[in-house]
Each structure stands twice: as structure tokens, then as C-alpha cells.
């Protein structure tokens, strides 16, 4: 099914009626405003999506007894007088959401000729009526994101209906226009919920309620007609008409201006400023589900000269926005948790106290990564935050343990490429790049090794040692199977060859006094260093073998406390499904002794990060001294809000790994040799792209070498100045794919690390829409 999104022509204004019950009078008011708006333009179209019950009485039937300047049109009509999702299951084929959307956007386009217009869509029953799929109204249309006008209720328990209808549209990101009911004497709801609704700033008004139908329908019939010709011309009626159409003019200015505005007060982050512009900065009106719905001034142009041209485009957010999105954006269970949690608490401080999410929230973290060594979490607001609190809880037990003081120089141990955060105390943590090099503090306190990368090129996968190492880490390796890879019990003559280097290593370091006061690893894939696909062998044995190097002052004294130092996974980018598993850590059989989480943690929504230590490293902060307490924190820490999300999209994930929400994925990957002991890894290895798909572009003579696992695709494309960060080599690709084909609506939003270009799905993504990006990746590589 093709993607559509956010509805927006200059030259047709489009408004959806929805109605805060069923008959409220949706389609009285939907009859009076086609009326209304025959004065101001010479088309006005009706368009009735679904409709249940006999065609003689269907609404849209009615509405083109009105003039010959209207048109009307019903395009899923069902005979059954019920709701929609029972009328639906008479028919022959199911009437999914995406079906539904595309007609109304399809039917919307062919009225944007050149010619100005308007439409009235209209609902059936209330906000959160069912569709024929059973989704509510409110969901099923969101995409399309139409400026909504209200129908109140005018009837008895009216007014908390439409207060409730109102808050729903709003917890969906809808614009609500305004708000029109019957002013009814009996109950007096109007004059209420227009007191109500301008506390509000919302704009709402009553008209006088139409005529009691008459048993004569000639003359009722007339009577309608005189109706639908005063309350056209009732002063709220044209206020409202004029208040709609200079909304739409103020949406189209503030839509097309945002770029230009943008380059005079923003300082956006990772960019060289000498090469922005208006004309490059991507203006996002609002997204849903993978896509953004997006504005750029080419496609203005573009729309200028093709009138029935949407002016926002959808793009698939290919960077699961910047990393954190996970169940889709706009998603209205997560929207309602933080509603409800933003009711309950707002924000209350967190020193000596605790509330039920964090409470659960920590719970849920140490017992589902099943890390026995993890006991405590502590809260921070974002990744850098998190991983600088692992570094201090670390370098405090490597001290304690060690008897170090403030004057020993104490480094950290990590691999080359690694990246932990912006903070100054984290990028002390990672080797001198184009991230740190020119901060005047960095210094850089650290060792890092190179280490062997997994690659499928040509459609073989292999290990390949990095070149500086001239052997002493083997050859390179070639698998028949991503899976193979992570078999490590069967991987015994490199297992052999890295330990006997890494211990050698580590003693030549101990005998130069080199005091580690951690080693800081990103599990698997290391992210902002270049999505480079670390061997999880290699990592395996350096875990291993830290904690093999014991001094005589550091003897282990328990079964899950740190040795050698302690063990740091920044899974950060990494962790909870973004890799398949909830832990990253899961694909080496070690466990570390801290684990940061972020990103995928609340689903995209809110920033929280979770750092989890083991009791031993916590142990190290214990004294009668405050001092020696961890003086880390900040005023959101623990926000309520975030760890309620967090609690909701970590339980929703789950969930989906329960039912086998990615069985289909999973298939493409299944290994063809049944050999392989997988249980060394703690289960299969797979990945959202498709097997298939990763073998057809690795054969693209302009790619050096691709891989895929969870919900990552990275394709790294030939350069010959050499691949790095500074690498312009992935910018072509891709401009390519956001400017999309000659007529296609739906484009490709990615970043790219210099000649490496990155795609990730949310883990909700469906299969067939990775289908589709697939094929336009598979295009542009051309």
C-alpha cells in the first residue's frame, strides 16, 4: 500500500467534521458549511468516507440536494444500519486503515486543480467510533492530519462528551478549529462549553437548532433548505468560514517560512553551518507511525508547478529518529501514558524518595537483562549524562579496591572508534576524533584498541582483522551465515588467537603501570564512531580477559563482583530491541558490571537514561562520609512522566517478542546449516532488513561492504580519499533518496556518517514497509 500523509494543498482547503457523539447533527452542520463556503469559492465538495445503513438515507445523498456547486461523494458505503467494523464483516474484503486513507487522500487530490476549492470530510458516529478494521476514527484518519471542526453535543451528559472528544483529538496532535453545537435551551450545554472552551483559547460557537422534521417530505424538505439558508448566513457561521480560511493561509506561511526563520535562530547540532541554507534545512510538520511529514523549498517549487501535488511529503524517518524511536511516532498509548502520568504527578523531586514508575521501571531493568551481577539503577536525563555517571561509579571502585588516589593517573580501556557522549568527562572516555579533537579540555585519558569488524561484502560474510595488526589476530574469516558468526563455542582458532594477544597485551600494560580504572564497551555495533560491526568474539575474550588480570590488592570476593576492573556496556544505542534481544549484551555471554540505557527506553517520546550497576560497585560509595556519597543528579531526575513511557514501551516490546511479532523478519535469517550451537549466544540473530535484500546490495559495484541485524541496515559505499566521518561519499546516496523518484510521494529521510549510510526501522516497522524502502534503496544504489 502506497504511503500518504499529512493533507496540505495551497489551493484546496480541506476540513474534516467530526462529531463528539453520534447524532450531535454532523452532517446539519457539515450541510450548512458547504453552504457557507459556496459563497467564497466556485467548487466545494463533500466527501463522506464511510457511511453505514440504507443509500436512500445516506448523508451524502442529502448533502447533494444542496446546490450544483456542491459535489458529494461516499466512497466505503456499507447497507447494514450498524457501526462500521460490524457492517464491514458482510464484506467480501476487509477494508484496512491504509485503504481507507489512501482513498480519502487520492479523492482529495483530484479536487486540488488550479482552481481554488474547499472539502468538508465527514466522520461517522464519534472521535472514537470504530473504523471497518475496528481502530478508532481518531487513529485511522491521524496520518492525514485534516484540521478538524467539532461538533458538540447538545444533549443530556453533552458536555462531558465533548470535553472527552475535544482531549482525544488533542492527545492525537489533530488541530481542532473550532467547536460548534445546537444551542438547545433545555439543557443549556452551549453556553457552557463556550465559556469552557475560551478559558482555553479554543474557539467555539452555537447556531439555533434546526426544525423538528416534518411528516410531509416536500415540505420538510423546504424547510431544511430555509434552515441551511439562515444559519449560512448566522454571524458565528461566517466568523467561523473566515477564521478557517485565515488558518489556512497562517499554516501555509508558517510552513514555507520555517526553513528561512530556522537559518536565522537555530543552532543545529553535527553540521558545519557554512553549508546550510534555507534550501536544506527540512521543515517537519508533524509525523506518524516511520514517517515524517516534510517541507522543503524544492518541493514548494516543485508544488508550484504541479498544483495536485501534496506540499508536505511523507519521509520514512530512516534514522528511527536520531536512534530513539521505537514503537512509531504519534502513538497514542504512549501519548495517553504520559497524559496520565503528567495528571498524577507533573514532576516531583526524586533525592530520598520514589514514586511507582521509577519504582517499576528500575524492577523491570535489573530483572529482564538478566545480568545476575545488576542490583541498582540510577536515573539521569540523557545517554552522555548516564554513561558519565558509569565512568565515575567505575573509577571510584577501581580506587577504593586499588587504594588509589586523586593523583594517579587512571585510564580507561575501550576500542578504537567508540564514542559515549558530548559531556567533557565522556569524551575523555573515547580516543582523539573529529567529535573531541578540538574541545580545548579534551585530553583524552585512555587506551584504545583496534579490533575486527564483521562485513558482509559481495554477499559473504567475514571477520576482517584491522590491517595494522599484520596477523596477530588472524586472517580474515569467512561464514556462510550471520549466525555462524555468533556461534563463539565453534569459533575455537580465533578464540585461541585473541586471548593469547589480548593477555599479552594486558600484561605488557600492567608492566608499564598502566592503572585501568574501566573498560567502556558499545556491545556489538559501535554507533556514532562509524557503525562499525564489532566481531563479538573479540569482545567476548576482552572481557574475559580483564577480568583474568588480578593484582594481589584486587582479588574477586564474590561470584558477580568486578575484577581485573570493571566492565562498562554502553548500551545506549544498542540495547533494549534495537539489536533483536533486550540486551546487547545477550549476543557476547558476558555480562558487565554496568549497563547504561537510553534511546529506545521510552519509545521515542521523552529523554530518560538508566544507568545499572552491580551491588559491589554501589558498595563502593558507602561511608559515614557524604562525600564519598555519588553527588550526581538533576532536578528531572527520575521524571515521572519518562519513567511511565519507559514502563509502557519496554512492556510493550516485550510483549511483541512474546506473541512473535517478528516472526517474519526472523525467517529470511534462519541459518541453513542446523549445526550451530546458538545457545552460546542465547538465541537466534536476526534482522529486520531481509537476508535477500542485504545480498543483492552487497554486490553493488559502488559498496564496499554492508550488514544488517535487528532493526539496522548500515551500507558503506566506496570512497577512494579513504572512508572517515569527513567522507562525502554517503551524502549523494543520500540526497538521492530523499528527493525520491519523479511522481513518488514517499522518500527516504537518512543521516550518514561519511561514506557510511545508515537505515534503521522502528521496532514496529512492518514488514512490507521495509519492503518498499528496501526497493528504493536497491534503486538508488544504482
Given at each position: 500500500?502506497?504511503?500518504?500523509g499529512?493533507?496540505?494543498?495551497?489551493?484546496?482547503?480541506v476540513?474534516?467534521?467530526?462529531?463528539?457523539?453520534t447524532?450531535v447533527?454532523?452532517?446539519?452542520?457539515?450541510?450548512?458549511?458547504?453552504q457557507?463556503f459556496?459563497?467564497?469559492?466556485p467548487?466545494?465538495?463533500?466527501?463522506?468516507?464511510?457511511?453505514?445503513?440504507?443509500l436512500?438515507?445516506?448523508?451524502?445523498?442529502?448533502v447533494?440536494?444542496?446546490g450544483?456547486?456542491t459535489?458529494?461523494?461516499c466512497?466505503?458505503q456499507f447497507?447494514?444500519?450498524?457501526?462500521?467494523?460490524?457492517a464491514?464483516?458482510?464484506?467480501?474484503?476487509?477494508?484496512?486503515?491504509?485503504?481507507v486513507?489512501?482513498?480519502?487522500?487520492?479523492?482529495?487530490?483530484?479536487y486540488?486543480?488550479?482552481?481554488?476549492g474547499?472539502?468538508?470530510?465527514?466522520?461517522?458516529?464519534?472521535?472514537?467510533s470504530?473504523?471497518?478494521?475496528?481502530?478508532?476514527?481518531?487513529?485511522l484518519?491521524r496520518p492525514?492530519?485534516?484540521?478538524?471542526?467539532?461538533v458538540?453535543?447538545?444533549?443530556l451528559?453533552?458536555?462531558?462528551t465533548?470535553i472527552?472528544?475535544w482531549?482525544s483529538l488533542?492527545?492525537?496532535?489533530?488541530?481542532?478549529?473550532?467547536?460548534?453545537?445546537?444551542?438547545?435551551?433545555r439543557?443549556?450545554?452551549?453556553t457552557?462549553?463556550?465559556?469552557?472552551?475560551a478559558?482555553?483559547d479554543?474557539?467555539?460557537?452555537?447556531i439555533?437548532?434546526?426544525?423538528g422534521?416534518?411528516a410531509?417530505a416536500?415540505?420538510d424538505a423546504e424547510?431544511?433548505r430555509k434552515y441551511?439558508?439562515?444559519?449560512?448566513?448566522?454571524r458565528?457561521v461566517?466568523?467561523f468560514?473566515?477564521?478557517?480560511?485565515e488558518?489556512?493561509?497562517?499554516?501555509?506561511?508558517n510552513?514555507?517560512?520555517?526553513?528561512?526563520?530556522a537559518?536565522?535562530?537555530?543552532?543545529?547540532?553535527?553540521m558545519q553551518?557554512t553549508?546550510?541554507?534555507?534550501?536544506?534545512?527540512?521543515?517537519?510538520?508533524?509525523?506518524?507511525d516511520?514517517?515524517?511529514?516534510?517541507?522543503?523549498?524544492?518541493?514548494?517549487?516543485?508544488q508550484?508547478?504541479?498544483?495536485?501535488?501534496?506540499?508536505?511529503?511523507?519521509?520514512?524517518?530512516?534514522?528511527?529518529?536520531?536512534?530513539?524511536?521505537?514503537?512509531?511516532?504519534g502513538?497514542?498509548?504512549l501519548?495517553?501514558?504520559?497524559?496520565?502520568?503528567?495528571?498524577?504527578?507533573?514532576?516531583v523531586?526524586?533525592?530520598?524518595?520514589?514514586?511507582?514508575?521509577a519504582?517499576?521501571?528500575a524492577?523491570?531493568l535489573?530483572?529482564?537483562?538478566g545480568?545476575?551481577?545488576?542490583?541498582?539503577?540510577?536515573?539521569?536525563?540523557?545517554?552522555s549524562?548516564?554513561m558519565?555517571v558509569?565512568?565515575?561509579?567505575a573509577?571510584r571502585?577501581?580506587?577504593v579496591?586499588?587504594?588509589?588516589?586523586?593523583e594517579?593517573?587512571?585510564?580507561?580501556?575501550?576500542l578504537?572508534?567508540?564514542?559515549h557522549?558530548?559531556t567533557?568527562?565522556?569524551?575523555?572516555?573515547?580516543?582523539?576524533?573529529?567529535?573531541?579533537k578540538k574541545v580545548?579540555?579534551?585530553t583524552?585519558?585512555g587506551?584504545?584498541?583496534?579490533?575486527?569488524q564483521?562485513?558482509?561484502?559481495?554477499?559473504?560474510?567475514?571477520?576482517?582483522p584491522?590491517?595494522?595488526f599484520?596477523?596477530?589476530l588472524?586472517?580474515?574469516?569467512e561464514?556462510e551465515s550471520?549466525?555462524a558468526?555468533?556461534?563463539?563455542?565453534?569459533?575455537?582458532?580465533?578464540?585461541?588467537l585473541?586471548?593469547?594477544y589480548?593477555?599479552g597485551w594486558l600484561?605488557?600494560?600492567a608492566?608499564?603501570?598502566?592503572?585501568?580504572?574501566?573498560?567502556?564497551m558499545?556491545?556489538?555495533?559501535?554507533?556514532?564512531?562509524?557503525?562499525?560491526?564489532?566481531?563479538p568474539?573479540?569482545?567476548?575474550?576482552?572481557v574475559?580477559a580483564?577480568?583474568?588480570q588480578?593484582?594481589?590488592?584486587?582479588?574477586?570476593?564474590?561470584?558477580?563482583?568486578?575484577?581485573?576492573?570493571?566492565?562498562?556496556?554502553?548500551?545506549?544505542?544498542?540495547g533494549l530491541?534495537r539489536?533483536?534481544?533486550?540486551s546487547?549484551?545477550?549476543?557476547l555471554g558476558?555480562?558487565?558490571?554496568?549497563?547504561a540505557?537510553a534511546?529506545?527506553?521510552?519509545?521515542?517520546l521523552?529523554?530518560?537514561?538508566?544507568t545499572?550497576?552491580?551491588?559491589s560497585?554501589?558498595e563502593?560509595?558507602?561511608?559515614?562520609?557524604?562525600?564519598d556519597?555519588?553527588?550526581?543528579?538533576?532536578?528531572?531526575?527520575?521524571?515521572?512522566?519518562?519513567?511511565?513511557?519507559?514502563n509502557?514501551?519496554?512492556?510493550?516490546?516485550?510483549k511483541?517478542?512474546?506473541?512473535?511479532a517478528?516472526?517474519?523478519?526472523?525467517e529470511?535469517?534462519?541459518p541453513?546449516s542446523?549445526?550451530?550451537?546458538?545457545?552460546?549466544?542465547?538465541g537466534e540473530?536476526?534482522?529486520?532488513?531481509s537476508?535477500?535484500f542485504?545480498?543483492?546490495?552487497?554486490?553493488?559495484?559502488?559498496?564496499?561492504?554492508?550488514?544488517?541485524?535487528g532493526?539496522v541496515l548500515v551500507?558503506?559505499l566506496?570512497?577512494?580519499?579513504?572512508?572517515s566521518?569527513?567522507?562525502?561519499?554517503?551524502?549523494?546516496?543520500?540526497d538521492?533518496l530523499?528527493?525520491?523518484?519523479?511522481?513518488?510521494e514517499?522518500?527516504?529521510?537518512?543521516?550518514?556518517?561519511?561514506?557510511v549510510?545508515y537505515?534503521?526501522?522502528?521496532?514496529?516497522?512492518?514488514?512490507?514497509?521495509l519492503?518498499?524502502i528496501?526497493?528504493k534503496?536497491f534503486?538508488?544504489?544504482?
Amino acid at each position: 500500500m502506497r504511503q500518504v500523509g499529512s493533507v496540505l494543498w495551497p489551493k484546496l482547503r480541506v476540513l474534516q467534521v467530526y462529531g463528539a457523539n453520534t447524532g450531535v447533527g454532523k452532517t446539519i452542520f457539515s450541510s450548512l458549511l458547504c453552504q457557507a463556503f459556496q459563497r467564497h469559492f466556485p467548487k466545494v465538495h463533500y466527501l463522506k468516507p464511510i457511511s453505514t445503513g440504507p443509500l436512500d438515507e445516506a448523508d451524502d445523498q442529502h448533502v447533494a440536494t444542496l446546490g450544483q456547486n456542491t459535489r458529494a461523494r461516499c466512497l466505503y458505503q456499507f447497507s447494514e444500519p450498524v457501526s462500521p467494523h460490524i457492517a464491514a464483516r458482510s464484506s467480501s474484503k476487509p477494508v484496512a486503515d491504509a485503504n481507507v486513507r489512501t482513498a480519502v487522500h487520492d479523492e482529495l487530490r483530484t479536487y486540488a486543480t488550479d482552481e481554488d476549492g474547499i472539502a468538508i470530510v465527514e466522520t461517522a458516529g464519534g472521535v472514537l467510533s470504530p473504523s471497518p478494521s475496528g481502530s478508532s476514527q481518531a487513529d485511522l484518519y491521524r496520518p492525514l492530519r485534516l484540521p478538524v471542526f467539532l461538533v458538540g453535543d447538545h444533549q443530556l451528559g453533552g458536555i462531558g462528551t465533548t470535553i472527552s472528544a475535544w482531549e482525544s483529538l488533542r492527545l492525537r496532535g489533530y488541530d481542532v478549529q473550532s467547536i460548534a453545537l445546537f444551542a438547545e435551551d433545555r439543557y443549556d450545554n452551549h453556553t457552557y462549553l463556550k465559556s469552557y472552551f475560551a478559558e482555553r483559547d479554543v474557539h467555539a460557537f452555537s447556531i439555533p437548532p434546526p426544525p423538528g422534521r416534518d411528516a410531509d417530505a416536500v415540505q420538510d424538505a423546504e424547510e431544511m433548505r430555509k434552515y441551511y439558508t439562515s444559519s449560512s448566513d448566522h454571524r458565528a457561521v461566517s466568523d467561523f468560514t473566515n477564521r478557517f480560511l485565515e488558518a489556512h493561509e497562517m499554516r501555509l506561511r508558517n510552513i514555507q517560512l520555517m526553513p528561512s526563520e530556522a537559518e536565522q535562530a537555530i543552532w543545529h547540532p553535527f553540521m558545519q553551518h557554512t553549508e546550510r541554507s534555507k534550501d536544506t534545512i527540512v521543515a517537519i510538520d508533524s509525523a506518524y507511525d516511520d514517517y515524517f511529514q516534510t517541507y522543503t523549498t524544492k518541493r514548494a517549487a516543485q508544488q508550484a508547478s504541479s498544483p495536485e501535488a501534496p506540499l508536505l511529503v511523507p519521509a520514512f524517518d530512516g534514522s528511527a529518529s536520531w536512534w530513539t524511536q521505537g514503537l512509531g511516532h504519534g502513538n497514542p498509548r504512549l501519548a495517553l501514558t504520559a497524559a496520565h502520568a503528567a495528571g498524577r504527578y507533573g514532576h516531583v523531586m526524586f533525592a530520598g524518595a520514589v514514586h511507582e514508575p521509577a519504582l517499576r521501571l528500575a524492577q523491570t531493568l535489573v530483572e529482564k537483562t538478566g545480568n545476575p551481577r545488576l542490583s541498582k539503577v540510577f536515573f539521569t536525563d540523557n545517554g552522555s549524562a548516564g554513561m558519565e555517571v558509569a565512568v565515575k561509579m567505575a573509577l571510584r571502585a577501581a580506587a577504593v579496591r586499588n587504594g588509589w588516589s586523586a593523583e594517579d593517573d587512571i585510564r580507561i580501556l575501550g576500542l578504537q572508534g567508540s564514542y559515549h557522549g558530548d559531556t567533557i568527562g565522556t569524551m575523555d572516555c573515547s580516543e582523539p576524533s573529529i567529535y573531541n579533537k578540538k574541545v580545548e579540555w579534551y585530553t583524552g585519558r585512555g587506551q584504545w584498541l583496534d579490533f575486527p569488524q564483521v562485513k558482509m561484502r559481495k554477499g559473504q560474510w567475514v571477520v576482517e582483522p584491522p590491517a595494522t595488526f599484520e596477523g596477530a589476530l588472524g586472517e580474515v574469516e569467512e561464514f556462510e551465515s550471520l549466525a555462524a558468526v555468533f556461534d563463539l563455542g565453534n569459533r575455537s582458532q580465533h578464540r585461541d588467537l585473541y586471548r593469547d594477544y589480548l593477555n599479552g597485551w594486558l600484561a605488557e600494560q600492567a608492566r608499564q603501570g598502566t592503572k585501568f580504572g574501566a573498560l567502556i564497551m558499545e556491545p556489538i555495533l559501535l554507533g556514532a564512531g562509524g557503525m562499525m560491526f564489532a566481531d563479538p568474539l573479540f569482545q567476548r575474550c576482552l572481557v574475559e580477559a580483564v577480568r583474568k588480570q588480578e593484582s594481589s590488592a584486587t582479588s574477586a570476593r564474590g561470584e558477580h563482583e568486578w575484577s581485573g576492573m570493571p566492565v562498562i556496556f554502553d548500551e545506549i544505542f544498542t540495547g533494549l530491541y534495537r539489536l533483536g534481544r533486550f540486551s546487547a549484551a545477550s549476543f557476547l555471554g558476558v555480562q558487565p558490571d554496568i549497563v547504561a540505557n537510553a534511546k529506545l527506553l521510552t519509545g521515542g517520546l521523552l529523554p530518560l537514561c538508566t544507568t545499572t550497576a552491580s551491588q559491589s560497585i554501589f558498595e563502593a560509595f558507602l561511608s559515614k562520609d557524604k562525600s564519598d556519597a555519588l553527588l550526581h543528579g538533576h532536578s528531572y531526575t527520575a521524571h515521572a512522566v519518562g519513567c511511565a513511557v519507559a514502563n509502557e514501551s519496554l512492556g510493550t516490546m516485550m510483549k511483541m517478542e512474546r506473541q512473535g511479532a517478528w516472526t517474519t523478519f526472523r525467517e529470511s535469517w534462519l541459518p541453513s546449516s542446523h549445526g550451530l550451537s546458538l545457545s552460546t549466544s542465547s538465541g537466534e540473530v536476526w534482522s529486520m532488513w531481509s537476508n535477500a535484500f542485504l545480498k543483492a546490495i552487497s554486490h553493488r559495484p559502488n559498496v564496499d561492504y554492508v550488514f544488517a541485524l535487528g532493526s539496522v541496515l548500515v551500507i558503506a559505499l566506496k570512497d577512494p580519499a579513504g572512508a572517515s566521518y569527513a567522507s562525502a561519499a554517503g551524502a549523494g546516496l543520500r540526497d538521492k533518496l530523499f528527493a525520491g523518484d519523479s511522481g513518488d510521494e514517499a522518500v527516504i529521510h537518512s543521516r550518514v556518517l561519511g561514506n557510511v549510510l545508515y537505515l534503521m526501522a522502528a521496532i514496529s516497522t512492518s514488514r512490507e514497509t521495509l519492503e518498499a524502502i528496501e526497493e528504493k534503496v536497491f534503486s538508488a544504489l544504482e
